[in-house]
């Protein structure tokens, strides 16, 4: 049978008009909700992309520590016979990309800008000359390479391939597909910077120029508070017109899929691999501890084993994604190591969360069940009541000693003494440029 895994790169729930925002930022998401089924507590278990998504590749808190030595969804699928595929942009994690054992897998992260930006007939005809002395003429080779790059690279990167192009490969790729396959396709139009790509935004009456829009990035990320709040709604206003091109090629990718007769028998699951924040607890981005803004991602499965239009209402976390994909291949999962549980099956999770882009040397791990959210950074514990203060702002650690203890019994003793994965290193000087472009070189 056919699956297709679809995410989008920090997709804030509550910025999707299908859980009551006040914009309709991804209607394509209601053709998914009318054939299928909405999850809207659903979470991620890692606030960004470099934790979240091994976790849910292998169904393990922090899965990137595991993804070598325990099962992938991919990796448990073609063994059982499917042909597996990856398209997508996954710049920031591409140290370990080949652990996800997919049969194909096409990072489209470098666009079109990366192939001019590190072939240049200089560069070529120096490397050239210097390869038969390469050990001494290889720091002169560097140098150059680096004076050269000053001297005559005009171009930029826009940190990631656009939604528009990212489609028309999904759908080249769907058009030879065979019966039975497993293709996981990820799109970054929720990651910064917004509205690079699209000429049109729908939120805003004109486009500012890519010079705007990463000077406001850059504040952003190094100096948030001093964005003023026009600068807020700007950005704010940028992300939400993101959402909305990307949700016009989901429709073309859907329309396709209707046309060729995929629809109906393709298994399609979406979610985010985490959220953003907007200021909420003084960051911007992706990069804070473990708040529901972000990790409160979205998640519509359409199932060929089950009607649409339904709605379930208890927790989930992106752990259940790796056992329901393999189940509904008609997979026995009770052999694999995975943590979580089919989405369709069990009550409300225990949902933890690990990891913090903003922090590499000390643990950060948050709870969340039973209405409270416990967070622990280092040595310092938070804990929040959810109904009364779903923002998180009335840290009550201190007057609840008790359920702090609950929480730190229940959630591994390991996930306390392991620290945060920082950034990766660039592999080069085009990668670093494209890394700063998505902002992984402020932190």
């Not at 026009?230 to 990718?253: A, K, P």
């Not at 709605?311 to 509904?328: F, G, K, N």
Request: aromatic share 10%.
């Amino acid at each position: 049978m056919p699956s297709l895994l679809i995410t989008v790169d920090a997709v804030r729930q509550s910025h999707l008009g299908q859980f009551g925002y006040h914009r309709d930022t991804m209607p394509a998401l209601d053709r998914l909700a009318a054939d299928g089924t909405t999850f809207p507590n659903a979470f991620s278990n890692a606030p960004y992309t470099r934790m979240s998504i091994p976790s849910f590749h292998t169904s393990q808190y922090r899965g990137h520590e595991l993804i070598g030595e325990s099962p992938t969804v991919a990796e448990a699928l073609s063994d059982a016979g499917a042909h597996t595929a990856c398209l997508g942009t996954l710049t920031g994690f591409r140290d370990n990309e080949g652990a996800l054992v997919f049969d194909e897998y096409a990072d489209l992260g470098r666009d079109e800008f990366y192939e001019q930006a590190n072939h240049s007939p200089v560069l070529d005809a120096a490397k050239r000359a210097v390869e038969p002395v390469v050990s001494v003429s290889r720091p002169l080779y560097e140098a150059a390479e680096s004076v050269h790059d000053r001297l005559f690279s005009t171009h930029e990167f826009k940190g990631y391939t656009s939604a528009e192009r990212m489609t028309d490969e999904v759908i080249d790729w769907l058009r030879e597909a065979p019966d039975d396959f497993f293709l996981w396709v990820h799109y970054m139009e929720g990651h910064r910077p917004y509205g690079v790509h699209d000429p049109d935004p729908e939120y805003l009456d004109e486009q500012p120029d890519d010079e705007t829009i990463m000077e406001l990035m850059e504040t952003a990320g190094t100096a948030p508070d001093d964005v003023t709040m026009g600068q807020n709604r700007l950005i704010e206003d940028l992300y939400d017109s993101d959402l909305r091109y990307c949700s016009e090629h989901l429709d073309r990718l859907f329309d396709f899929m209707q046309s060729d007769g995929l629809w109906a028998e393709t298994d399609i699951y979406f979610t985010s691999d985490h959220g953003e924040e907007f200021y909420d607890h003084g960051m911007y981005f992706h990069r804070n501890l473990p708040y529901d803004e972000l990790i409160n991602v979205p998640l519509f499965t359409k199932l060929a084993s089950r009607s649409g239009g339904e709605t379930i209402a208890e927790d989930r976390e992106l752990l259940d994604i790796a056992p329901t994909i393999c189940r509904e291949h008609g997979l026995d999962t009770d052999d694999l190591p995975f943590l979580g549980t089919h989405l369709f099956e069990g009550d409300d999770r225990k949902v933890i969360t690990t990891g913090s882009a903003a922090i590499d040397d000390r643990a950060v791990v948050g709870g969340r069940w039973d209405g409270w959210k416990y967070i622990r950074d280092g040595d310092r514990r938070h804990l929040f009541d959810l109904e009364a203060d779903p923002d998180e702002r009335a840290d009550l650690a201190d007057e609840r000693p008790g359920v702090v203890d609950e929480f730190e019994a229940e959630i591994p003793d390991p996930l306390f003494r392991t620290e945060s994965l920082g950034t990766r290193d660039p592999d080069d000087a085009a990668d670093e440029e494209q890394l700063a472009a998505l902002g992984y070189m402020e932190v």
